[in-house]
Structures are given as C-alpha cells and as structure tokens.
C-alpha cells in the first residue's frame, strides 16, 4: 500500500455548515415539520450542510406550482427566444459561480476539487448547448397528402417535469436535464440526492438571477420516501426523468405507471472495454487507469471490467497496475487529488464485500482490496483495486460496484470479445481498442449500448446524445435528442376548401 500516491489531509478551514430550503413558487421555505437533515463531507467527516427535509405536503405545493406555471403559459409559450435568453443568462451565471458551487460539490460528495471546478464549469456549456435548442422546436409539414389536405405534426412542451437526481455528478446530471426540460418550454420539480443537495439549491438564486419566471422550476429537498414517490405518483406530473439505480429506476417505472406517464431513465452500468493486441496499449492503459478511478469509480460510465487478449492480458495488467499507483487517492480540497472519498461509509463496506466475494469466488487481487489511510482524514477511502482471473459468471464481472475496482477478463477472437461484452444485463457503454478499424467498427456496430467509444473513454459533448440500452435505461439525454424527450407531438390535419364529400347520404 506504501507504493501508491496518496495526498494527505490539506488542512483547508472548512465553512460553516450551508442552511437548504425549499424552493416552491419562487419562495423559500421550510418543511411544515421543521425537520432537517444533516450532510457529512465523506472525506473530512464535518456537517457541511442542513437541508429542510420535505414531506408529502411540500412536494405536493411544488407540484402545483409547476402545474399553475405550465397551464397559465408564463414559460410554455414564450417564443424560443425568449426561453434561450434566460438560459443563456444562466450559463453566465453558473460560469461567474464555478468556484462557490465547487467547493460545496466537493465538500458534499467527496470528489476533487478541481474535478468539480471542471462539472461545474463544462455544466455552463450544456445550458448554452440547450439556449441554442430551445430554437429549434420544430415539428414536420406534409404537403403530398393529397390536393385539398394540408397536415403538420407540431412539437409542444410535455408539462410538469420531475427531476429526480442521484449524488455521484449532482450539478452535472441536473444540468443534462433541466436547461433542455425548458428549452422545450417545460416545468420543473427537482428533488436533488438527500446526499448532495446544495448546488442544485444555489442554482435556484442564479435562476432567479437571471429571470425565469416563479413557478418554472421548483426544489424540494429529501427522500426517494415520502417526496420522490409523490413526484412519480402524482397525476399532475406528466414526465418523470431519473437518474440513479437500476433498482429504483425500475420503483419509479412501476409507480409512474399507475398514471402512464412518461419515464426517461439513466442507471446502471457494467461498461466494458476491449484491448487488442494491435491496440496503442500505453494510452488504452492510460484510459483503463482513467475510466475505473474516476469519481472513485462512482460512476454510471465506470469502465469496471476490461476484456483483454490473452496474448497481452499479463502485460496490460501490468500497466495498469504501474499507472494505478501513480494516481493521486486523498484529500479532495488539494487541487493535486485526483480521486477523493467514498461517499457513505455504508457504501465503502459495500465496495469492500464485493471484493471479497470476488476473492471468495477465486478471482485474484493484485493491487489494493482494502480500505486507504489517508492521513489526517478517515478511512472512507478505498485502494485502487485491480482483479484479475475473473470470469464471466462471477458477479464482480456482472454486478456494479461503483467503487475503484477493476475486474480483468481475457478473449481470444472478435466474436468472442463482443459475447463477453454483450454478457450483461446493463447497456450503458462500451469502448474499444485496436489500431484496425474493421476490428473497431465490427466491435462498434455488434456493441449494445447506448454509447460505444473507439480508442478513447469518456469523451462527451452537449451535442452528443447519452443514454442506456437494456438495464440501462430508457430515453437519451443532451444532444437533440435530449429536448426531444420533454416534447410531445401533435398532428394537426386541414382541409383545404370545401371538397370533402359528405359521409352521411343525402335524404
Ligand atoms: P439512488 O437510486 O439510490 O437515488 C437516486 C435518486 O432517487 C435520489 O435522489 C434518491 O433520493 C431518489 N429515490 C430513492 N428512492 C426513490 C423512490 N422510491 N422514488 C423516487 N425517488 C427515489 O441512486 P444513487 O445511489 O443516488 O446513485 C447511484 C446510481 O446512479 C448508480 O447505480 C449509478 O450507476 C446511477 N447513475 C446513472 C447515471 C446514468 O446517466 N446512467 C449517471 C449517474 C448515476
């Protein structure tokens, strides 16, 4: 454990603990009980923040307001430029912001500090992204139906959206949803993770800030039980986007389903990548070493299994082993951190008993498998852990463990490659390498999952849809298709002239 990079306790001052309300019809308030809960920095062990704990009742209100705001049209129908002003004005916002909403990021989910400047910052560049979208609402014309038929299919806002996020990218993952909800002219229920509730609030000031009518968007801070199960359940709600476990998103499919409403989900995955002996095997290294450390390997796209040709599997294993201590595990308030804590001590034994079963299953450790000291910080912080003599029916190579664990497999031909990776109930991503680019298009087109990456890992842009196949999910988020989600469809049929023959006789 000596041998990997470990950057101590930076002895920053933490603040004093931020105080989260409500937001409901452009107010702040407290729960009707009073009740609070507190937020611990996973890395330093302090009460960061206390947020109002809602109830039914609040989610409730916050229901109606959207509602009220949807139906009297104060946001659904503005012209798109109108709503792209507002969320241009946002963008800027968030952009003169980076470092406050940072540092309380990082405090609340335990990731580096300048991995948190980086979300917050990139999330400036969604709002712009969705501003430029909210232009572009456009429907289809049909003008060969016939000579006295005109038809057009329009595009109108779905409704009253609820925003339900997880902890792992709190302000990124909001902002992959919430500037295309209104671009397309929706409004909004937000229920951040009970975990990270803070900069979803702060956006509220800077949405006040830059003008968005009261109403539009509204934050009600808790639970999944009692105030994401009101936001799933309630018939004023006609849309429901979550992101978070498979378990849950499977809850959410069967509650909203008591009202068909429309369900768009981002889960789980068990992403694959696939090494070639051809591959460039320094930077695939490199971007296996990138792609299961990465938030702590909390993280939905988490490359937690790689698939490697035998022929080369004992020599990347290698590397990465080498490149895995050489990333900087430690204090997230240090700029030099690359990654930082787990975020519940509850969720550190859960990484560490999946290691153990993989051990117990046969599969072997390599590098880490335990709990890291780092000094003057506690233990919820875990080793890079490499596992290899894995094989496809151990649940180390099936099961996410959303933790810095990487489960090693071997393949000796294509078809073989693209089995192991298909192997799995999630679809998120995949990810190949190979200087051939038949073996990269095969792999590519045969891959299933809802995005596949060639000689690269993660790369994303506003531009480029996201989204899961089977366990997964379900719907895409940014990109086009992202506002296309909170769109609804109507087709609108004209007769032109008076030529339709009557269908009832004449007496
Ligand atoms: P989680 O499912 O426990 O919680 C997510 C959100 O749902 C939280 O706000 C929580 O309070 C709420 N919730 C819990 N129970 C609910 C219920 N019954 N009804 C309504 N809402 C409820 O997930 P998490 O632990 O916060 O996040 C980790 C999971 O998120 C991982 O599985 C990860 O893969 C997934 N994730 C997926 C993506 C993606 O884009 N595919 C991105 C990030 C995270």
């Not at 934050?219 to 999944?224: D, E, N, Q, Y």
Request: proline share 5%.
């Amino acid at each position: 454990m000596s041998d990997l990079t470990i950057i101590p306790a930076a002895g920053k001052a933490l603040p004093a603990p931020r105080k989260n309300r409500h937001f409901i019809g452009g107010a702040w308030v407290d729960s009707q009980t009073g009740d609070c809960s507190d937020r611990l920095s996973p890395a330093h062990g302090v009460v960061v923040s206390q947020s109002a704990k809602g109830t039914a009742a609040e989610a409730e209100t916050a229901i109606a307001a959207a509602r009220t705001a949807f139906d009297d049209g104060r946001w659904s129908r503005l012209s798109g430029k109108a709503r792209a002003a507002i969320l241009l004005k946002v963008a800027d916002l968030i952009e003169a912001n980076v470092e406050r909403f940072a540092l309380i990021e990082t405090l609340e989910s335990g990731k580096p500090i300048t991995q948190s400047q980086g979300e917050i910052a990139g999330a400036a560049d969604l709002w712009r992204y969705a501003a430029a979208l909210a232009r572009t609402v456009q429907g289809d014309s049909h003008n060969v139906l016939g000579e006295d038929m005109l038809a057009v299919v329009l595009k109108e806002p779905i409704g009253v959206v609820s925003i339900i996020t997880p902890w792992n990218f709190p302000f990124w993952i909001l902002s992959q949803k919430l500037p295309f909800a209104l671009a397309a002219g929706c409004t909004c229920v937000i229920k951040p993770s009970e975990m990270t509730p803070s900069t979803t609030v702060m956006l509220c000031e800077l949405l006040v800030e830059a003008g968005l009518p009261s109403g539009v968007v509204n934050v009600v801070l808790g639970f999944g039980q009692p105030v994401g199960e009101v936001m799933t359940a309630h018939p004023g709600v006609d849309m429901v986007t979550f992101t978070g476990s498979t378990a849950v998103g499977k809850l959410i499919t069967k509650t909203a389903g008591e009202t068909l409403k429309k369900v768009a989900l981002e889960l789980g995955g068990k992403n694959p990548q696939v090494i070639f002996p051809d591959a460039d095997l320094d930077s695939a290294a490199d971007a296996v070493t990138f792609g299961v450390y990465f938030n702590v390997g909390q993280c939905c796209n988490s490359s937690s299994r790689i698939i490697v040709h035998e022929d080369i599997a004992e020599d990347f294993v290698a590397r990465v082993v080498a490149l895995s201590r050489r990333v900087a595990f430690g204090d997230p308030l240090d700029s030099k951190t690359q990654v930082g804590a787990i975020v519940t001590p509850e969720h550190a034994a859960r990484i560490d008993a999946a290691v153990k079963a993989a051990v117990a299953a046969g599969a072997e450790v390599v590098l880490g498998g335990a709990a890291l000291a780092v000094p003057g910080l506690g233990l919820q912080f875990y080793q890079p852990t490499v596992i290899r003599g894995v094989t496809p029916e151990m649940e180390i190579a099936r099961d996410e463990v959303f933790g810095p664990v990487l489960a090693v497999l071997t393949f000796r031909t294509l078809d073989e490659a693209i089995a192991l990776a298909n192997d799995a109930s999630y679809g998120l991503s995949a990810g190949v390498w190979s200087e051939n680019i038949h073996t990269c298009l095969a792999f590519a087109r045969a891959a299933q999952a809802g995005t596949v990456w060639t000689n690269t890992w993660m790369d994303g842009f506003p531009e480029i849809t996201f989204g899961g196949m089977k366990q997964s999910g379900q719907g895409r988020e940014i990109g086009r298709y992202g506002m296309e989600e909170f769109l609804e469809v109507k087709s609108l049929v004209m007769r032109i002239g008076r030529t339709r023959a009557p269908w009832v006789n004449s007496p």
